[in-house]
């Protein structure tokens, strides 16, 4: 069944009631929690580690198909945001089986803290400052966070499990590094498309490909808000020539 998501104006209560099941004594302001690169594209920087099947411990005997399904999970970051979300999707249970094992029901309790805590720095900031898009993920987050913990408690892991992977992902799908790898890829895969039919000068399309490298080096200095800034404007190049 696909979960309800919070209604618009649930941010706050839903806050403070995981910040009390964390036992945090203050749940009303978060200064590590913020949008960055907001005059673009805008991205959820929350200052904690969400739960990353990449640095979890893969058992010697894993069956090749789960292991895959980590290559896949940890390769999707890099595709276009609707097409790396549908991969990432069909990994969760692949990686339940590889991993539930492994963590066992106190290990993927330590996770969902970390997934609350996450939650709970999100819904503390000002909803009407945030896209709709960061919104919506945000909520998913909590959901998934609530079902998690309902399936932890009735002993099943691994429903816990697929929940606590598919609320993380929300979130960091969000998150700087995931926004900036999908507006590099989305881009780079418009300026593929790009005929010799279609109405850009041959000074666009220079900057255009300035940009690109930039966003490129900007990956690779793990520079997120550049990056993101760098797509950002090509992607602007890309729309309002390409009209």
């Known amino acids: 069944n696909t979960p309800r998501l919070l209604r618009p104006g649930s941010f706050v209560m ?11 004594e203050d749940a009303t302001t978060d200064p590590l929690a913020r949008i960055v690169a907001g005059e673009t594209a805008g991205a959820l920087a929350l200052g904690v ?6 640095s979890w411990t893969v058992p010697d005997d894993a069956a090749p198909e789960s292991a895959d399904a980590l290559v896949r999970w940890l390769t999707s970051w890099d595709l276009p945001g609707d097409e790396g979300r549908g991969v990432r999707n069909l990994t969760y249970s692949s990686l339940a089986t590889l991993f539930v094992p492994e963590l066992g029901r106190g ?18 900031l000002p909803e009407e400052q945030l896209p709709e898009r960061i919104r919506v993920r945000i909520s998913e987050a909590a959901n998934a966070h609530a079902l998690a913990l309902d399936a932890l408690r009735a002993e099943n892991l691994r429903d816990a499990m697929v929940q606590l992977l598919a609320g993380s992902d929300a979130l960091r799908e969000v998150g700087p590094e995931a926004v900036a790898r999908t507006m ?16 850009y000068s041959e000074q666009d399309l220079e900057r255009l490909d300035r940009l690109l490298r930039g966003g ?14 760098r797509a950002y404007y090509a992607r602007g190049l890309i729309v309002r020539d390409g009209a």
Request: hydrophobic letters at 45%; glycine letters at 10%; proline letters at 3%.
């Open 49 to 54: 580690d969400l739960p990353h099947p990449g």
């Open 14 to 24: 839903m806050a403070a009631v995981l910040g009390t099941l964390l036992g945090c």
């Open 216 to 229: 490129r080096e900007a990956l690779s200095d793990q520079d997120w808000v550049r990056a993101i800034r």
């Open 184 to 199: 590099v890829s989305e881009v780079v895969a418009d300026r593929r498309n790009i005929s010799a039919r279609d109405s």
């Open 107 to 124: 290990g993927i309790g330590e996770q969902l803290d970390r997934l609350a805590e996450g939650v709970r720095r999100a819904l503390l």
